[in-house]
Structure formats: C-alpha cells, structure tokens
Nanobody, 120 residues
Framework: RVELVESGGGSVQAGESLTLSCKFSTFGLNRAWFRQAPDKEREGVAAIESAGQSTYAESVKGRFTVSKDTDKKILYLQMDNLKPEDTAMYYC?????????????????WGQGTQVTVSS
C-alpha cells in the first residue's frame, strides 16, 4: 500500500508564499498536486514524472514550482505570489502511469489533503 501524507498548508495574505510537502511511503511513481475549492471541481496544479519532467496548469505557471527529493521520498510544491483564487484543499497523488494533470480520476493513490487559504 502506498501512503501519502501532505503538510505545509496554512493561511496567508495575497502575495505571500507557502511550500507544501507530500511524504511518500515508496518511490518510483509519477506524482502530482491537485486542488479543490468549495463548490468547484478538482483541478490539476502540477505534475512531475519519475524521470523529472514537470507540467503545470496555466493558472499557476511562473508562480508554482513542483519538485521532489527522491532520497527522502518527498514531493514539494513551492507556491509564490499566492492569490485568493488559489484557496483550496490541496492533494498529492501518485500512480505508476504517466497521467499528467488531465487524468486525475485515474490516479491510484491520494493523500488526505492540506488546506491553503489566501486572503486579499
């Protein structure tokens, strides 16, 4: 069983930064960050393949950076210049397949989520 545990969420002002972390119980998977705001559908934020190639949603390009520490089995999401519209529950996900951001429903493993709230 693959376990994912997110941390790092919180409440910040617009323009500030946060770094989310997701601890994995195993490695060698393709990983991604998704988010879901109240009354909105879940959306993909950033994905990183096991080989290192990353993909971003247009809404976060230039502000968010996804990275991983393979030795520590941790996935990161550095979020800069946060905006109120970034407010959501953020989830990390993992799968052996290269699903990217458009096939979120197919990810096999999910964390419990960490809340990010950005006020103006």
């Amino acid at each position: 069983r693959v376990e994912l545990v997110e941390s790092g969420g919180g409440s910040v002002q617009a323009g500030e930064s946060l770094t989310l972390s997701c601890k994995f119980s195993t490695f060698g998977l393709n990983r991604a960050w998704f988010r879901q705001a109240p009354d909105k559908e879940r959306e993909g934020v950033a994905a990183i393949e096991s080989a290192g190639q990353s993909t971003y949603a247009e809404s976060v390009k230039g502000r968010f950076t996804v990275s991983k520490d393979t030795d520590k089995k941790i996935l990161y999401l550095q979020m800069d210049n946060l905006k109120p519209e970034d407010t959501a529950m953020y989830y990390c996900a993992a799968d052996p397949r290269k699903l990217g951001l458009s096939r979120g429903n197919e990810y096999q493993h999910w964390g419990q989520g960490t809340q990010v709230t950005v006020s103006s």
